[in-house]
């Protein structure tokens, strides 16, 4: 079965210095992963996507992320914090069903606070 | 503009009472999701719908229900069986295989 772990619920950073959310997966199949962002009410916004293409994945905003098979990791980075980066993110992973329905497994998500 | 809508944004509703929440998408999307969120934790899939006249349970089902009469509408109601509706509701569609796309939410409050 499918599953994914944030392994920290809450970071937070400093403005100007750099982010690292970690994620570890698994899965029985060669995965597809996604990290989400959702600022308060707010919905989710897709920020990428990993695919089996190139392991190096970038998104919007700044933020990219890196699949490593071995460690089952799809941790999430940005070099430099923005004040705007406040936000919940998600990491998930894709379960493929039947007739192309993606089932989406979530993590519990990590409450990143940036700091002036 | 393409995007999805939920409304209303915020609703408040008594206990005992069912209550219909919107969804609509004009990105012309076959699958159509719901999900709902709690404090502190991940989404958790309450029904999903691949085509129209056809829709499947997800995890947590017992006490809402769903139709999709149209392609682009997928409405969810809560009804007075769901023991703990108090909750923040997200819509999604996607296309076939590929990521889904989250409408901004329904705040739903039952006193």
């Known amino acids: 079965a499918q599953s994914v772990t944030q392994l920290d619920s809450h970071v937070s950073v400093s403005e100007g210095t750099p982010v690292l959310l970690r994620c570890n997966y698994s899965s029985s199949y060669s995965p597809s992963l996604f990290w989400y962002v959702q600022h308060p009410n707010k919905g989710l916004q897709l920020l990428l996507k990993?695919?089996?293409?190139?392991?190096l994945v970038k998104g919007i905003n700044g933020f990219e992320a890196e699949f490593k098979k071995s460690e089952t990791s799809f941790h999430l980075t940005k070099p430099s914090a923005h004040m705007s980066d406040a936000a919940e993110y998600f990491c998930v992973v894709s379960d493929p069903g039947s007739g192309g329905y993606n089932k989406l497994i979530f993590g519990a998500g990590t409450r990143l606070a940036v700091h002036p | 503009d393409g995007g999805i809508t939920q409304s209303p944004k915020y609703l408040f509703r008594k206990e005992g009472q069912n209550v219909t929440l919107s969804c609509e998408q004009n990105l012309n999307h076959d699958a159509m999701y719901w999900y709902r969120q709690d404090p502190g934790q991940g989404l958790r899939l309450i029904y999903y719908?691949?085509?129209?006249?056809?829709?499947q349970k997800g995890d947590i089902a017992e006490g809402y229900s769903v139709s999709r009469e149209k392609k682009e509408s997928f409405p969810l109601t809560v009804t007075s069986a769901q023991k703990n509706p108090t909750a923040f509701y997200l819509c999604?569609?996607?296309?076939?295989?590929?990521?889904?796309?989250f409408g901004p939410g329904t705040r739903l409050t039952v006193t």
């Open positions: 990993y695919t089996s293409a190139a392991t």
């Open positions: 999604a569609s996607s296309s076939r295989g590929y990521e889904q796309y």
């Open positions: 719908s691949q085509i129209v006249n056809d829709f």
